[in-house]
């Protein structure tokens, strides 16, 4: 590993950066991002979810985010150990890699560092899971303890507290899963230092273009347009 591979990595960790900080940011490139968006439209949803009688099909919702959210947790834990698999055939793996029609030379230590990297990028993943499917459990109390809807006449504001402290709660636990959703998107492209460094800058890149591509400029984005909370300055 030379210096080249250190500035792969830092060219990794920057496009990693910015693309997270511009996914928070109500007008990145111009553009509202589209986990903005849907921010707005989950605060939208609870205001409307609390101001009904029946809530069912809210909580079956909410359900379903959480479910969600402990599905990717498990691959989670599925993709460490096939790293430490991985550290455990070393030499085999570099005999692959010697027979591949590419001018690097790998060493088993070189080698063992990237794998390091990915596990931790794994691990990383996976307590963003974790902590989302905990906060997505706390909005499903909060959305409980909304007032029932018959107050919405002669109490609209403690409603409406009521219902924004739920959707805060989900708002959270949804950025803590997109931050996981992200590093197992950014994975991807970090696999291309095994390739090289020059690898790893190209193939990050193209992950984070495909990113902004679909945060920022995809139908999705267009289709949750949000007029109101569009202007906001």
Known sequence: MGNLDIIAVLWFLCLWGVFSQSTQSWHALGRTSLSQRMNAHRRAWFRMAARRDLRMIDTAILGGLQNGTAFFASTTIFAIGGCFALLGATEEVLTVFRTLPLEIEPSPVAFEIKVIGLTALFAYAFFKF???????????????????????????????????????????????????????FMSIGYL?????????????????????????????????IDTERDNRP
């Open 130 to 184: 974790g902590w989302a499917y905990r906060l997505f459990n706390y909005s499903s109390i909060l959305f409980g303890a909304i007032p029932p809807a018959a107050i919405a006449e002669t109490e609209p504001e403690t409603l409406d507290a009521a219902a924004d402290h739920a959707a805060d709660m989900n708002i959270l636990a949804g950025q803590s899963f997109n931050a996981g959703l992200r590093t197992i």
């Open 192 to 224: 291309g230092w095994f390739a090289g460094p020059l690898f790893l800058m190209a193939s990050s890149l193209l992950v984070t273009v495909v990113l902004v591509r679909r945060q920022f400029f995809s139908p999705a984005h267009d289709a949750a």
